[in-house]
């Protein structure tokens, strides 16, 4: 697994190994180092089964981490839609495009079976407000959804070659959040501003829509995606939770008994008004759909912060 000390990463490896399977992790951020990494990584690294190796996939050797794989997951990648304009942009094309053409060489000259990769809602861009289907024209708005569009595609192309012995699932998350969810996504900060009485930054007038996708939901998709008979196809991750931002704040608020000074600023570049999912193709070949509401999801997600922040255990 790739991008094992990462937010979705780590929930992934804790689950596989949990369910019996070896798991070698990789990532470029150092637990001994990062606060973040050693964080997200804590429960897995005393499991037997989980192995753990601190690399970069711009240049690392992947080879051997390969020998009898079953499945790759591939979910290292620079996330983030709005820091991805400017200077930074060569950093998001290293990292989720240069880096996923080794990670596809590597694993179809090994023939290795499957890869599983993070993609993203961001693809499709602006919509009209109904959901999106996988057929759907993408029109990526954001550098950052230039570079999920071309890493899913990359990796799809190499599926698509005659005689490949590698399969892909292209999986679209929607928006997940739960428990160590990433601190610069809303959810995050929604809480945590509900929590600790900060200020809460709202880019545009929070009318902006998001098909929020609790963490165990994605994490199940992502098992399914390893063993369904199927290859070189996107699929949409998304369906539990249509909700605005300011909807968002409301529960929030609900859940931490606690108002959120919102300070309302301009809509940022990249961002579009809504995701909504057409979840029928996951339910199709995944049998699965989303099972957590936003509710019971903010609510682990909240308790897990909370305990992060022990001063602020009270509120939970
Ligand atoms: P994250 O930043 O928490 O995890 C990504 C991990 O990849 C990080 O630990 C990072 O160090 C690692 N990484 C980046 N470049 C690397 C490299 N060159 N070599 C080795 N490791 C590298 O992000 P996340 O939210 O867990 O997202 C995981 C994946 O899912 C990303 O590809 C992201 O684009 C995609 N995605 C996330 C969401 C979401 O809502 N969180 C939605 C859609 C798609
Ligand atoms: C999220 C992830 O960050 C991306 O990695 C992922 O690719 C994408 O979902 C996806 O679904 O594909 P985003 O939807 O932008 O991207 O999620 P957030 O970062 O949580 O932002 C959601 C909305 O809240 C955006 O409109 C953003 O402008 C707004 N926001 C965010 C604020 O108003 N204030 C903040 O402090 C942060």
Known sequence: MTGAAGFIGSHLAHALVRAGTT????????????????????????????????????????????????????????????????????????SNVLATHRVMETCTRMGVPRVVVASSSSVYGPTNGGASIETDRPQPASPYAVTKLAEEQLCLAYADRAHCPTSVVALRYFTVYGPRQRSDMF??????????????????????????????????????????????????????SSASLLEVVNVAKRLAGRDIQLHQEGPRNGDVLTTRANPHRAHELLGWQAQVDLHSGMHAHMQALAAELPEYSRAA
């Open 23 to 94: 798991v070698i992790g990789v990532d470029r951020r150092d637990p001994a180092t990062d606060r973040t990494a050693a964080a997200n990584l804590a429960a897995l690294q005393e499991l037997p089964g989980y192995i753990h190796l601190t690399a970069d996939l711009i240049h690392c050797a992947i080879e051997p981490l390969l020998v009898d794989a079953e499945t790759v997951f591939h979910l290292a990648g620079i996330p983030g839609v709005r820091p991805s304009w400017g200077s930074r942009f060569g950093e998001y094309l290293a």
């Open 187 to 240: 959810t995050h900060r929604a809480l945590q501003a509900a929590l600790t009485g900060q200020p809460l930054g709202l880019y545009g007038d929070g009318h902006q829509r998001r098909d929020f996708t609790y963490i165990d939901d994605a994490v199940a998709a992502t098992i399914a995606a390893s063993t369904v008979p199927t290859a070189h196809v996107a699929i949409n991750i998304g369906g539990g």
